[in-house]
Protein backbone atom coordinates (compact mmCIF):
# COMPACT_ATOMS: atom_id res chain seq x y z
CA UNK A 1 0.00 0.00 0.00
CA UNK A 2 1.51 3.16 -1.05
CA UNK A 3 0.37 6.69 0.07
CA UNK A 4 2.06 10.12 0.43
CA UNK A 5 2.98 9.28 4.03
CA UNK A 6 4.56 5.56 3.49
CA UNK A 7 6.54 7.58 0.27
CA UNK A 8 6.99 10.11 2.85
CA UNK A 9 9.03 8.15 5.27
CA UNK A 10 10.13 5.15 3.12
CA UNK A 11 7.38 2.81 5.00
CA UNK A 12 7.53 -0.41 2.79
CA UNK A 13 4.81 -2.62 5.21
CA UNK A 14 2.67 0.04 7.28
CA UNK A 15 0.48 -1.72 9.99
CA UNK A 16 -3.58 -0.35 9.84
CA UNK A 17 -5.03 0.11 13.20
CA UNK A 18 -8.84 1.72 13.36
CA UNK A 19 -9.58 3.94 16.01
CA UNK A 20 -11.52 1.11 17.80
CA UNK A 21 -8.67 -1.51 18.20
CA UNK A 22 -9.01 -2.56 21.55
CA UNK A 23 -13.11 -3.69 21.16
CA UNK A 24 -12.89 -6.31 18.68
CA UNK A 25 -10.85 -9.37 19.85
CA UNK A 26 -10.25 -12.44 17.40
CA UNK A 27 -9.49 -15.65 19.53
CA UNK A 28 -7.15 -17.80 17.90
CA UNK A 29 -8.57 -21.52 17.61
CA UNK A 30 -5.27 -23.42 18.15
CA UNK A 31 -2.69 -22.39 20.48
CA UNK A 32 0.36 -20.82 19.09
CA UNK A 33 4.01 -22.21 20.01
CA UNK A 34 4.46 -19.47 22.72
CA UNK A 35 1.17 -20.92 24.74
CA UNK A 36 2.51 -24.49 24.11
CA UNK A 37 6.01 -23.17 26.03
CA UNK A 38 4.53 -20.71 29.10
CA UNK A 39 1.15 -23.88 29.62
CA UNK A 40 3.78 -26.25 31.14
CA UNK A 41 5.37 -23.75 33.47
CA UNK A 42 2.22 -22.67 35.33
CA UNK A 43 1.06 -25.93 35.85
CA UNK A 44 3.73 -28.18 36.72
CA UNK A 45 4.01 -27.06 40.80
CA UNK A 46 -0.19 -28.09 40.84
CA UNK A 47 0.17 -30.96 38.73
CA UNK A 48 3.37 -32.65 40.88
CA UNK A 49 2.07 -31.89 44.00
CA UNK A 50 4.14 -28.49 44.69
CA UNK A 51 0.91 -26.31 45.00
CA UNK A 52 -2.00 -27.52 46.90
CA UNK A 53 -4.16 -25.25 44.58
CA UNK A 54 -3.21 -23.96 40.54
CA UNK A 55 -2.80 -20.81 41.48
CA UNK A 56 -2.93 -18.84 37.68
CA UNK A 57 -6.39 -20.29 37.59
CA UNK A 58 -7.48 -18.35 39.77
CA UNK A 59 -7.74 -15.30 37.31
CA UNK A 60 -11.24 -15.84 35.02
CA UNK A 61 -8.53 -15.12 31.92
CA UNK A 62 -6.13 -17.01 32.26
CA UNK A 63 -8.47 -20.18 33.59
CA UNK A 64 -10.44 -19.67 30.19
CA UNK A 65 -6.44 -19.35 28.33
CA UNK A 66 -5.68 -22.72 30.25
CA UNK A 67 -8.66 -24.50 29.50
CA UNK A 68 -8.40 -23.68 25.56
CA UNK A 69 -5.19 -25.03 25.33
CA UNK A 70 -5.49 -27.69 27.21
CA UNK A 71 -7.97 -29.33 24.95
CA UNK A 72 -4.86 -29.69 22.26
CA UNK A 73 -2.38 -31.41 24.58
CA UNK A 74 -2.28 -34.54 26.58
CA UNK A 75 -2.77 -35.78 30.10
CA UNK A 76 0.44 -34.89 31.27
CA UNK A 77 1.60 -31.85 29.18
CA UNK A 78 4.77 -31.52 30.87
CA UNK A 79 7.95 -33.57 29.79
CA UNK A 80 7.86 -35.42 33.73
CA UNK A 81 7.07 -39.26 34.18
CA UNK A 82 3.18 -40.07 34.23
CA UNK A 83 3.66 -41.56 38.03
CA UNK A 84 4.92 -38.21 39.82
CA UNK A 85 2.02 -36.46 38.50
CA UNK A 86 -0.64 -36.22 41.67
CA UNK A 87 -3.45 -34.12 40.56
CA UNK A 88 -5.31 -33.78 37.02
CA UNK A 89 -5.27 -30.52 35.26
CA UNK A 90 -8.80 -31.04 34.47
CA UNK A 91 -9.68 -30.93 38.10
CA UNK A 92 -8.22 -28.06 38.28
CA UNK A 93 -10.43 -26.21 35.72
CA UNK A 94 -13.07 -27.50 36.51
Given at each position: ???K????????????????H????????K?????F??????????M??LE??????????I??W????S????????????????????????
Amino acid sequence: MKTKITELFGIEHPIIQGGMHHVGFAELDKPTMLDFAVFPQLVFGYMFGLEKQLSAAKHPTIKAWLARVSEHLPENPTLASDKMQVNSLKEALS
